[in-house]
């Protein structure tokens, strides 16, 4: 009997960066959190205002639209 072919290894694909309209982007199935913490919140919006988002939000494809992945608060 010939040996089972072993799997190739697959190129990994990098994340890239694009603009989507906001209006194309729907909140995850499953959301992390239940609830939010007022005081935690309120910490999030002082950082952004003072530093900006840094670090970008992971959007995955769900037909013509985008779920939030990561980065939903």
């Not at 995850?28 to 910490?43: Q, S, W, Y």
């Amino acid at each position: 009997m010939p040996p089972k072919p072993q799997p190739q290894p697959q190129p990994s694909r990098k994340p890239e960066a694009v603009q989507v309209n906001m209006a194309l982007i729907i909140e995850p199935e499953l959301p992390v959190r239940e609830a939010m913490d007022d005081g935690k919140m309120a910490e999030l919006i002082e950082s952004f205002r003072s530093l900006g988002q840094l670090q970008a939000i992971g959007l995955v494809p769900r037909g013509d639209r985008y779920e939030v992945a990561y980065g939903h608060r």
